[in-house]
């Protein structure tokens, strides 16, 4: 069994910055891609990006490319997402996500995921 733990959320207005942290334990041995993952009020959830093992390769939706950037200490069992510019539509709930993967991304969709933080809430206020 894998537990996420996500921190690092809060109040901030539109064109700060904030930087999430999930710190992950239990089957550390094993390799996962991992991701983030939000939902807002009323809506799905959302991919927001997603980075394999090694860090080497990451993916991003387009309402975040440019200005979020995930990325991982795996010496910490750590991922990192750093949002820049944000705006108030990225107000959610933020959500982290793993997957057993040694090699590649994870999937886009939540489906594709085994595990969950318990989310930690961003709001952009304009």
């Known amino acids: 069994q894998v537990q996420l733990v996500e921190s690092g959320g809060g109040l901030v207005q539109a064109g700060g910055s904030l930087r999430l942290s999930c710190a992950h334990s239990?089957?550390?041995?094993?390799?996962?891609?991992m991701a983030w993952f939000r939902q807002a009020p009323g809506k799905e959830r959302e991919f927001v990006t997603t980075?394999?093992?090694?860090?080497?390769?990451?993916d991003y939706a387009d309402s975040v490319k440019g200005r979020f950037t995930i990325s991982r200490d795996n010496a910490k069992n750590t991922v990192y997402l750093q949002m820049n510019s944000l705006k108030p539509e990225d107000t959610a709930v933020y959500y982290c996500?793993?997957?057993?993967?040694?090699w590649g991304l994870g999937p886009t969709t939540a489906r594709g995921y085994d595990y969950w933080g318990q989310g930690t809430q961003v709001t952009v206020s304009s």
């Open positions: 980075i394999n093992y090694s860090g080497g390769s990451t």
């Open positions: 239990g089957r550390t041995s094993s390799m996962y891609a």
């Open positions: 996500a793993a997957v057993p993967k040694a």
